[in-house]
């Protein structure tokens, strides 16, 4: 092609037609130019093309990845609610006076407050790559970045009720049943024989724990963290459900 064109080049030339010369050279140029936008363009449909691709594999890990988030949270929700209702129950026993309740129901209100630590436990591999890649420019949706960048923020609230507020109070409340009532005993009234250990010889009543007013600080501590926390989960968990809720409308 390019020995056709120079071709006619110098045939031109060699005729003297001058000005016939400059028109074709125009024309050629304008070609050329034409050859280049096309082939500019194909290449910015070719790299669209791989980030709409890339856009739609993001899309459909993260779907995959905060449906399993919401399963878990939804888990430290239902969690959370019954160390919550234990705690409030417990509540109605404590006081000055050695409440009506048996030696079997306090230990499994005691032991329906504390035995269970609550943690969220996210997947997060695919965000992050998102985040740290700098990969969140790649979806179009304004609201779905939006929603994406919030999340970070939310689990920072989340861990600081946790490990700074809950987690506290739950170990206070371990460490007082630790120091003031018999444990084995205990665990034996609400479980039976554990690991071979019957209830021991400590016999007097652990319900005393109930008239003293640290504990009572401790378990209304208990029954407002926890109730906190609940709440921070149930936010999460609507916006888990709005992320959701835009990824389904970008996937195609």
């Not at 609610?81 to 230990?107: C, R």
């Not at 005691?110 to 700098?134: K, M």
């Amino acid at each position: 092609m390019i020995k056709f064109f120079r071709k006619i080049r110098q045939k031109l030339l060699s005729e003297n037609k001058f000005n016939k010369y400059l028109v074709y050279a125009l024309g050629e140029i304008v070609l050329v130019v034409i050859g280049i936008l096309i082939a500019l363009q194909i290449n910015n449909l070719n790299e669209q093309r791989k980030q709409n691709n890339l856009e739609q594999d993001y899309l459909f890990a993260l779907k995959t990845e905060f449906e399993n988030n919401l399963i878990e949270v939804n888990r430290v929700i239902k969690l959370t609610s019954k160390l919550h209702d234990n705690a409030q129950e417990l509540a109605t026993f404590t006081g000055p006076e050695m409440p009506n309740m048996t030696e079997e129901k306090f230990g499994e209100l005691y032991f329906g407050t504390i035995n269970a630590e609550v943690q969220y436990r996210p997947g997060s591999g695919v965000l992050n790559e998102i985040i740290n890649s700098g990969k969140l420019n790649i979806f179009q949706n304004k609201d779905l970045k939006n929603a994406l960048a919030t999340l970070d923020a939310m689990l920072l609230q989340i861990r600081f009720q946790e490990n700074e507020e809950l987690l506290k109070v739950r170990t206070d409340l371990i460490l007082i049943g630790r120091d003031n009532v018999s444990q084995r005993r205990m665990a034996n009234d609400v479980y039976g024989k554990l690991f071979g250990l019957d209830k021991g010889k400590f016999l007097d009543s652990n319900k005393h724990l109930v008239t003293s007013r640290k504990f009572d600080n401790l378990i209304t501590g208990f029954i407002f963290t926890s109730g906190y926390l609940k709440g921070r989960y149930e936010t999460m968990k609507k916006q888990l459900e709005k992320v959701i809720v835009i990824l389904d409308s970008q996937i195609k």
